[in-house]
């Protein structure tokens, strides 16, 4: 694992809501912190409403982690473009985040409730 990055168990019990709606609700999500960048929040694909999600063309790649692949949002009032991304197959290392997804906060909510 890259040694400025670091992940763990978010504990608690934590939400995602976009477009008006819960997506996602998870006791189990990792939260993963990167140098300076804010922490972020990955979800059990299995605790993510998966039927609101599109698979995108978007992909995105990051030397530590690997490719990124992202998902639109399908919302009541449109779709909201890439609004998550998961690392199917992350680099060695970084294991424990495959299976999740994670959200861009600005398209989407994620909170501890």
């Keep these: 694992m890259a040694d400025h990055i670091r992940i763990r168990d978010a504990g608690g019990t934590w939400v995602v809501r ?3 709606a819960v997506i ?3 006791s189990r999500a990792l939260e993963l912190s990167e140098g300076d960048y804010s922490p972020v929040i990955y979800f059990p694909r299995e605790d993510i409403a998966m039927a609101f999600l599109d698979p995108s063309d978007t992909a ?3 030397p530590h982690k ?3 692949s992202h998902f639109t949002i399908v ?4 779709p909201i473009r890439d609004a998550a991304w998961s690392y199917e197959t992350p680099k060695p290392g970084m294991g424990a985040i495959a299976g999740h ?9 994620v909170e501890r409730v």
Excluded: I
């Design 75 to 78: 919302a009541k009032s449109g």
């Design 66 to 68: 690997g490719a990124a």
């Design 24 to 26: 996602g609700e998870t």
């Design 60 to 62: 995105t790649t990051c």
């Design 101 to 109: 997804l994670a959200f861009y906060p600005d398209k989407a909510t």
């Design 18 to 20: 976009a477009g008006g």
